[in-house]
């Protein structure tokens, strides 16, 4: 017994191969659980935060067949795709459902003037730099990068909006090209052959000058 | 010194300081590594291996917060509760406002992004500026977010607010009433507001015995004198240097400390352009003290102490005049002493020229040198027929001399006769003549109320201190120069609830208006005479009253004070000269500071940090002394000297700078500030503390001694050489010549395209595959800028427009040493030297050589092909682009870069600030990183960021864009308007490129030039200014013999040496040249109206 006492157990020997296997699988699982962790995939799309007030783009631009630009009007000139001021709501609801304890926080604004603080769902990094006029103006619709916002009962990140994602459509815009009369229209999609279809995405990226740029300064300044 | 003749063959050789003509080893240094050893050094105790600790922990650390689930944290997007018709959140905004300087008020567009001043233009429809924009007004926008503005009203330095003190004002001032402002004085800084003047009266009618008084450190009181004694009475005069053929500067900067210079920067520039057929330009002598931007851009420069500008003025004024203006100096051997040699034959030069252009010449005074110099220059350009012509004038309301007016409060407060003291703005407990002991004052007074936009050295001693607003936070108006209008207005409202002094005033009259908007609007309609709102509105946006200028006029000068003048100028010259005190004694000059003015910007880190134009010193003020006296003197740069004038003295360091005049000492004002800031504290020297009200701006029989003391001085003179000896294995003086091409303008006549000649290049070809997809010719544009060196006058507007525009941190004085400074753009600085004995003398500067540098946007660019990361590419129009987030700080790019334009950022300065400590009075940054970080930029500095602009963090290489934001800008706005045109007319267009037009995109440096000189635009438009300006046969390429393919080129420069080749006997050579320019002249159609 004694005499044993410095012998290594039998179960010794399976140290080496499974440090072995453990150093093999260790830095695979590290690279899959970072590339599958940090991924926008996981990270970004489905992000549907809490808003304020429970406005639901399903009702209004859906149901009610709202045009975007009613609220978001600064989508074909500037840069960025406002939000609307509390003025823009108290339209409609000073009049409809103003009794409403939804539109409680509304009404604050509205006798105060302070802003409602909305949650921004759709973030890019403060080095990218996303120009909406230039999309919207040149037939690029709301729904390619937005999603069925007019299906949405609360808003969620549909996209990637990664920078690879982006390229993509870079590359290869063809099939988000649209008449910039339907840009806002969600629910369009083009009726006829595959053929047709393709002369018509062709026609409106002939006519517009469409060739995107793929420089980092497109978008990086 | 050097041996001549390193292998240069062109004639010339240039030195960027004297470290480089000594060829000394911090000079070598500096070249061979563009960033000094040690530089990515830590700068404390933390070493390599501590650092290696802490990041290993962090990283391990970081592990355990790893929970969340998004990448970046939520984020609010708060709109408008009701948002202003016309404003759509994103789209900057611009408004004319204007911005009032030592009385003169400037025209500008201040640009807000969602309601935060970020961006100061000059206003293009403002007949001043035209759209450009000095330094100050650029850095302006700064101080508004300055966190160490006051930011409340303060009753014997405890916090009050605006009513408690308005309240207080009421009773106080009620009883003041009662008195009829018995006991009550007024100093205000000078101010050409109209709004302030009818103030001003009516503060005078409500408190008859009240008395005001008005002072400026850097004021014009001798021009305005010497206006008198010529004209009777007082008058402004208004030169135009376009019109003129020769110019002589009797010790005027009028290209730099001048508060038009903006303008007369443009109009000289437009007298230099021998760009038609006849290749003519201006001719400008300088006589001067200090070293100016004025004597640096002249073709006759000769240093002269500015005591003895006055022989030359009388010399000048004995010949074309009358000889009684000479007669006093005539027997003074002194006087004869002043006018030997090279300056002599200058002087006949200068003389022949102005007599040989009557009408179309120009003789400019400095606004320091006494009224009778300025009589004699306005009885000379009266002799050679210039009034009306190149020099007019404008009636100037009376006003009280500045150094009389501050005397006279002076003395009732030491008196105690005043029982209130109101100051508005201004800081004469720091900046008053030191005789008048200022400091102590205030409190001899009964009760003082100080209006300022600091808690500074005069308030802490006031009773009260009301916070002032900023001028973009406020109304107000004022005159230009030349007398045109202005309106400003509000951008935001008061940060700090501070007041302007029209709301001050409104107060302390008692008046029911008090509103800033209501009381410009009253005057405004006083002042055309009628409630004209659409005037109104008009005069509002386009920020000036259009054809509000004073009409000038054409004064007889009056001849009779010549000889009695004369005399004096003679006595003065001989009492105060520094032979009368045995040879010894120094003179010493006071002088503005180019980038602090008088010294209310000194908490301003743009300004601070932006290098002096000439001496290339940054974060100080020093005495600057020519490289004689320092060798009599026995000092070296950074030697701690002790200079007494009189009973004061002070202890400051010298800084030496070539081209000073013989014992003579430059003293620039501004520094060695009291008031506490995060900025100014310790910055310079205080050189007000000698300055007396006998002399304000020059004083002989100083003494100045050594005391053996050292003190750190930091220039940027060396930084960023470009390294030639390694590129070409060549001479540095051997390509000097090619980097920074000139020529006389008598060879640019026979050989119009020397520039092109000044380097060899043998081949156009590459020993490796170029990887060239991006050469003009294809995609859609391709941008490029223009230099004319020839325009350029080296003000450095440009810099501090760039820092602005493109989120530039500053970094602090001792990082500059390191050579760490940010600045995209930078202003290389050559001497050129006379050759004395086979060597080249550092005490004669012939010529000065100023050149911006940008990034050169090479298409063959050697910084992307060292880039193991790609961080620097080019796009299809040209341009290298510099990408921050894929970059992980090799530097490597930087090491290739020939031009060495290339910004590292260490410290993410941004971050820290340029906070400091003081270990034995030695400005140095705070280098306790790891400890002392806070947590965020300051979150009012966040507000100045322009948005369209990355802020880039440390670790990041960063260079000029091309402000590719104003690109991408022009390009989508180009695009859009394609888009939204009607379908037939897009049919019709679609096979032509979407053309953006010339003009539509300016970078920020172009905007503001006032020269002029910066050109940009599309290479593929072939008609494009900057097409046009390539095309041009003074155009030329930096290094070009590497191949690089640069897009930003320069135009040569041109001087116009009354001798060419210049030398000592060159007499005839003027002679012949003379008749041959007049005829020009008279042929050509270069006159510019």
Redesign the interface.
């Known amino acids: 017994m004694g005499r044993y006492h410095y012998v290594f157990p039998g179960w010794s020997n399976l140290l080496l191969p499974g440090a072995l296997v453990f150093g093999a699988i260790a830095p695979l699982y590290a690279v899959l659980v970072v590339a599958w ?2 991924s ?1 995939k ?3 799309v489905g ?1 549907q ?1 809490t808003q304020p007030v429970p406005f639901s783009h399903a009702l209004h631009a859906g149901e009610l067949g709202m045009d975007c630009r009613y609220c978001h009007n ?1 989508v ?5 795709a ?6 823009t709501c108290m339209n409609c609801h000073t009049q409809i459902h103003k009794e409403s304890v939804n539109i409680q926080p509304l009404w604050d ?2 006798r ?9 769902v759709h ?1 890019l ?3 990218a ?1 996303f ?1 909406h ?2 999309h919207v ?3 690029v619709s709301c729904v390619s990068c937005h999603g069925r916002i007019d299906t949405m009962e609360v808003v969620y990140q549909q996209e990637t909006l990664s920078m690879g994602w982006c390229l993509e459509c870079h590359r290869h815009p063809d099939q988000h090209l649209r008449d ?1 009369a339907l840009v806002t229209n969600l629910a369009w999609t083009f009726e006829g052959t595959e053929e047709e279809e393709a002369a018509y995405r062709a026609f409106w990226k ?4 469409i060739n995107p ?1 793929q ?4 978008c ?2 | 010194m050097p041996p001549l003749n390193d292998g240069n063959t062109s004639g010339r050789a240039y030195w960027r300081s004297l470290d480089h003509l000594a060829d000394t080893p911090e000079f070598r240094a500096f070249m061979h590594r563009e960033f000094p050893a040690g530089a990515s050094e830590l700068l404390d105790s933390t070493d390599r291996r501590h650092f290696l600790k802490i990041m290993g922990a962090s990283m391990a650390l970081a592990g355990l917060g ?1 929970t969340g ?4 944290p ?10 202003p018709e016309g404003r ?4 900057p905004v611009s408004y004319a406002t204007c911005m009032e300087l030592g009385g003169v008020a400037c025209g500008l567009l201040a640009t807000a992004n969602d309601g935060r001043p970020t961006k100061i233009e000059g206003n293009d429809r403002h007949p001043v500026g035209r759209g450009a924009a000095d330094s100050f007004a650029q850095a302006g926008v700064l101080d508004l977010y300055d966190p160490d503005r006051s930011r409340s009203v303060r009753r014997e330095g405890k916090r009050a607010d605006w009513p408690t003190f308005a309240d207080w004002a009421q009773g106080h001032f009620g009883q003041e009433r009662e008195r009829r402002g018995h006991g009550m004085a007024v100093l205000a800084e000078a101010s050409s507001s109209p709004s302030l003047l009818a103030m001003r009266r009516r503060f005078l009618e409500i408190y008859p015995n009240a008395s005001w008084h008005e002072y400026e450190p850097l004021n014009n009181d001798n021009e305005v004198a010497g206006a008198e004694l010529a004209f009777g009475s007082p008058h402004r005069a208004q030169i135009d240097p376009a019109r003129a053929k020769v110019i002589v500067s009797l010790d005027a900067d009028f290209l730099g400390a001048h508060r038009n210079a903006v303008r007369n920067i443009r109009d000289f520039a437009a007298g230099r352009r021998a760009d038609d057929a006849t290749k003519t330009m201006n001719r400008l002598y300088a006589f001067e003290s200090e070293f100016t931007l004025t004597g640096a851009n002249a073709d006759h420069r000769h240093p002269v102490r500015s005591g003895d500008i006055a022989v030359i003025a009388a010399w000048l004024a004995g010949r074309i005049v009358d000889e009684q203006a000479w007669r006093p100096f005539e027997e003074d051997p002194a006087a004869g002493a002043v006018l030997t040699g090279e300056l002599r034959a200058t002087l006949e030069h200068a003389l022949t020229d102005l007599q040989a252009h009557r009408g179309e010449c120009l003789i400019v005074t400095g606004a320091g040198q006494p009224a009778e110099v300025h009589l004699l220059a306005h009885l000379m350009n009266e002799a050679l027929g210039n009034v009306g012509r190149t020099i007019a004038f404008t009636p100037q309301p009376e006003q009280a001399k500045h150094s009389e007016s501050i005397r006279a409060l002076a003395d009732r407060l030491a008196d105690g006769k005043i029982g209130t003291l109101v100051i508005l703005g201004g800081n004469p407990a720091y900046n008053a003549p030191a005789d008048l002991d200022f400091p102590a004052l205030p409190g001899k007074a009964g009760v003082t109320i100080h209006l300022g936009d600091y808690y500074d050295e005069t308030a802490t001693r006031c009773t009260w201190h009301v916070n002032r607003a900023h001028y973009l936070e406020t109304w107000g108006d004022g005159r230009a120069w030349d007398g045109t209008c202005s309106l400003g207005q509000p951008i935001i409202e008061p940060l700090f609830g501070g007041k302007s002094a029209l709301e001050l005033l409104a107060v302390l009259v008692g008046d029911d208006t008090t509103d800033g908007q209501a009381i410009v609007r009253r005057t405004f309609f006083d002042l055309i005479g009628g409630e004209d709102e659409a005037r109104w509105r008009r005069a509002l946006h386009d920020g000036v009253l259009a054809n509000s200028a004073w009409r000038t006029v054409t004064p007889a000068a009056d001849r009779s004070g010549l000889a009695a003048a004369a005399e004096a100028l003679h006595e003065a010259s001989s009492a105060r000269s520094i032979r009368t005190s045995g040879g010894r004694g120094w003179e010493v000059v006071f002088r503005p500071h180019p980038t602090l003015y008088d010294g209310r910007f000194a908490n301003n880190g743009w300004l601070q940090e932006v290098p002096d134009p000439m001496t290339k010193l940054t974060w100080d003020t020093a005495v600057l002394l020519s490289p004689a006296a320092a060798g009599e003197l026995g000092i070296e740069r950074g030697d701690v000297l002790k200079i007494t004038l009189g009973e004061r003295s002070l202890e400051a360091a010298a800084m030496i700078q070539p081209g000073l005049p013989e014992r003579c000492a430059v003293l620039p004002l501004g520094g060695g500030r009291g008031f506490e800031g995060r900025i100014c504290t310790g910055a310079g020297f205080d050189f007000y503390r000698l300055r007396t009200s006998e002399a304000m701006s020059f004083a002989g029989g100083a003494t100045i001694t050594k005391t053996g003391g050292r003190y750190e001085l930091v220039t940027t003179q060396d930084h960023h050489t470009i390294d030639v000896e390694t590129i070409a294995g060549r001479s540095i003086q051997q390509r000097l010549p090619s980097q920074f091409r000139e020529a006389d303008l008598e060879e640019y006549r026979h050989h119009p395209n020397f520039a092109k000649h000044r380097t060899h290049v043998t081949h156009r070809l590459s020993l490796f595959e170029e990887n060239l997809p991006h050469q003009a010719g294809e995609g859609d544009y391709a941008w490029g800028m223009s230099i004319d060196l020839n325009a350029c006058v080296g003000c450095g507007a440009c810099i501090v427009a760039c820092q602005a525009e493109n989120n530039i941190p500053i970094v602090g004085k001792d990082q500059v040493k390191r050579g760490r400074e940010m600045h995209w753009l930078r202003v290389d600085r050559y001497f050129q030297f006379a050759p004395r004995n086979d060597r080249y003398d550092p005490n004669r500067v012939t010529a000065v050589a100023l050149q911006p540098v940008p990034c050169m946007h090479c298409e063959n660019a050697p910084c992307e092909q060292v880039c193991p990361v790609a961080a620097t ?1 080019h ?3 040209g ?1 290298n ?1 510099m ?4 970059c992980i700080g090799t530097r490597y790019c930087s090491n290739n870069c020939p031009y060495k334009v290339r910004r590292f950022n260490y410290f993410d300065y941004h971050r820290r600030g340029p906070a400091r400590t003081q270990p034995g009075k030695l400005l140095q940054v705070e280098t306790d990183y790891f400890r002392k970080k806070p947590a965020t930029p300051d979150e009012l500095k966040q507000l100045q960021f322009n948005p ?4 880039r963090m440390r670790g990041v290489m960063e260079k000029c ?1 091309y402000c ?2 104003r690109i ?1 800008q022009a390009r ?1 706005d180009a ?2 308007a ?3 045109l009607p ?1 037939a007319e ?2 019709k267009r ?1 096979d032509r ?2 053309a953006i037009p010339d003009g539509a995109i300016t970078p920020a440096c172009a905007q503001t030039c006032p020269a002029q000189a910066i050109v940009f635009g599309d290479l593929e438009d072939a008609d494009s200014r900057v097409a046009r300006a390539r095309k041009h046969e003074r155009s030329y390429e930096m290094l070009e013999e590497l191949n690089v393919k640069a897009r930003t080129t320069y135009m040569a420069k041109l001087r116009n040496p009354a001798a060419p080749g210049s030398g000592e006997s060159q007499g005839d050579g003027a002679r012949d040249e003379s008749p041959a320019r007049g005829d020009a002249g008279h042929s050509g159609g270069d006159a510019p109206h």
């Open positions: 962790g940090f926008p996981t990270t970004d992000y935060p600064t074909e000139r500037a840069a960025h406002a939000i609307p001021p509390t003025r604004s509205y105060s003037g302070l802003p409602v603080e909305w949650v921004r973030d990094p403060d080095y730099y120009n006029a230039a103006t040149r037939g910039p002939e006519l517009h000058q740029s420089d980092c300064s497109t990086h300044r | 790893l689930c998004r990448r970046w939520k984020e609010e997007i708060v709109p408008y509760a009701g948002r759509d959140p994103g789209i590419v796009d299809a129009d341009l682009v990408v921050y987030n894929r369209e602009v990355t802020v864009t590719i934001q991408a989508i695009k859009n394609y888009a939204n379908q897009k049919e679609k490129r979407i």
